[in-house]
């Protein structure tokens, strides 16, 4: 067999190689946005030309880069190919597949739904346009018969949406959690192992291209929500949108923290949890949830460093599944594109269709207080007698069961003498927990709540 060779076709690149495939109109790529994952798209897209057009099965050519400001310096592109019209170059007759790394919601929604409706497949990174629009996208997507691809948008490189959506299609899912954003990761792990503060680790993350253009996505949680809304969406076949996940980012924790989770043999992850629960009324029901939480230090979560990501499956017949690798950063994402680009362009020209978004099930949303959890809380109260009978009473009139109790002595709290007490729960609904914590503020043996954070399972 001989190896093709790229050919210059204007100021686009082809790739060409057999017969056959020589005979086939290129399929058009219009790639939107040219940062830190449509860089690397591009480099990957040249760099793997070869074996490309094997993969596809015909030659692809790419008819031009959108951007938001053509006058900037570039490298790694014709400059020929960069134009600021994103719309009119979606809309030409000979793109075929848009590729969408632009970021943001309303802007790439009116680019994206153009394309679908034009009749050109997309392939997207974007989680926030997807876990807020995925049910418009996917019916414009039906309805002109094309492909809306979106593997990059959760965990980058970690192929999870195509285990989703095709792998496991013949399995019943439980629960999907983990670890899903790369910034937070590399803050909370960076903090654990230097003592930082999180603000000082979050320009290294930026720098290192993992965050969002704006971090705040990333340290309040909301990027992380987007991945667990379309996680849940598709293992439980039920449509959740990003305002359905219960969302608490990492800005609250602090050294401190880190600190007493690593004197109890604790590590801090923000964890992104997706399972299908009974509800208040015995009725099957979604929750999607992100939260710090701690992890036992012997957990296999605890050992995932930097911007890494992890994601757990529990399914019925395929038993626990760990997804572990590259979550965020130019390259890991481009790979997570390309491959969706393959797909997108073989379908082009063999008549396929990637797997549709289904959500049959429409199982409802289940309220954040219902859901089983566990709290781990530090508190200073008063060192006198009585104080440990009346904690003792305040949980039994919230029904809640302790599991641990920790005292150490010899603390001082605004001139008082004081006791660090240290509880750890049993599992119980979140809102009684968060009664139970809203008790112990009130009570007067307790002269400081210093921290709750609930406990991975
Ligand atoms: P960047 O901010 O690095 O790049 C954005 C690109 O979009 C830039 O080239 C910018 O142009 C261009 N752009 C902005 N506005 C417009 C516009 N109005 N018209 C045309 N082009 C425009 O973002 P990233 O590459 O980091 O992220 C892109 C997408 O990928 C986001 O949805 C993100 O969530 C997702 N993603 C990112 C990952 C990562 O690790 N970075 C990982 C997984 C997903 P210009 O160059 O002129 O500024
Ligand atoms: N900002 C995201 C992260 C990029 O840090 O995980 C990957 O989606």
Not at 120 to 135: P, Q
Not at 152 to 170: E, N, Q, T
Not at 357 to 385: E, K, S
């Amino acid at each position: 067999m001989t190896m093709p060779s790229p050919q210059a076709s204007g100021n686009s690149y082809t790739f060409d190689g057999t017969a056959s495939a020589r005979d086939r109109r290129p399929v058009g790529i219009a790639l939107l946005g040219y940062g830190t994952v449509g860089s690397e798209v591009l480099r990957l897209l040249k760099s793997n030309e070869e074996t490309l057009e094997h993969r596809i099965e015909g030659p692809i050519e790419l008819k031009g880069v959108a951007v938001s400001d053509a006058s900037k310096p570039r490298t790694g592109v014709d400059p020929e190919l960069v134009t600021e019209d994103a719309m009119g170059l979606i809309l030409r007759d000979d793109v075929d597949v848009v590729v969408e790394v632009i970021g943001g919601i309303e802007y790439p929604r009116k680019l994206v739904l153009a394309a679908l409706e034009a009749g050109k497949s997309v392939v997207t990174a974007n989680k926030a346009l997807v876990a807020a629009h995925a049910d418009e996208l996917a019916r414009a997507a039906d309805e002109h018969g094309v492909d809306l691809y979106y593997e990059a948008a959760v965990a980058a490189a970690i192929p999870v949406v195509g285990m989703l959506r095709r792998s496991l299609a013949g399995d019943q899912i439980q629960r999907v959690s983990g670890i899903v954003n790369g910034t937070t990761n590399f803050i909370l792990d960076a903090m654990d192992s230097t003592g930082a503060e999180y603000s000082e680790t979050l320009a290294e993350a930026t720098e290192l291209g993992y965050a969002e253009a704006d971090p705040t996505a990333d340290v309040e949680g909301h990027d992380a929500a987007s991945k667990a809304a379309i996680l849940a969406s598709m293992a439980f076949h039920s449509r959740v949108k990003f305002a359905d996940v219960s969302c608490e980012g990492i800005t609250q924790i602090t050294a401190e923290d880190i600190e007493a989770a690593k004197e109890a043999g604790y590590t801090i992850k923000l964890l992104a949890i997706c399972e299908k629960i009974v509800d208040a009324s015995g009725q099957p029901a979604v929750s999607a949830r992100v939260h710090p939480a701690l992890v036992s230090r012997e957990h296999p979560l605890a050992s995932v460093s930097g911007s890494y990501n992890a994601v757990f499956v529990e399914a019925e017949a395929a038993g626990n599944l760990m997804f572990y690798g590259n979550g965020a950063g130019g390259a890991p994402t481009a790979s997570a594109v390309l491959g969706d680009v393959v797909g997108a362009a073989r379908n082009k020209y063999l008549g396929g269709r990637a797997p549709k978004d289904l959500t049959y099930a429409q199982l409802p949303l289940a309220q954040f207080g219902d859901v089983p959890t566990r709290y781990h809380i530090d508190l200073r109260v008063h060192d006198r007698v009585g104080v440990l009978a009346d904690l003792a009473a305040t949980c039994a009139s919230r029904g809640i069961s302790l599991k641990a109790v920790r005292q150490e002595e010899d603390y001082e709290v605004n001139g008082h003498r004081a006791a660090r007490l240290i509880l750890v729960t049993h599992t119980a609904r979140e809102q009684d927990l968060a009664d139970f914590v809203a008790n112990l503020v009130e009570s007067d043996d307790v002269l400081e709540v210093s921290s709750v954070i609930r406990l991975a399972d």
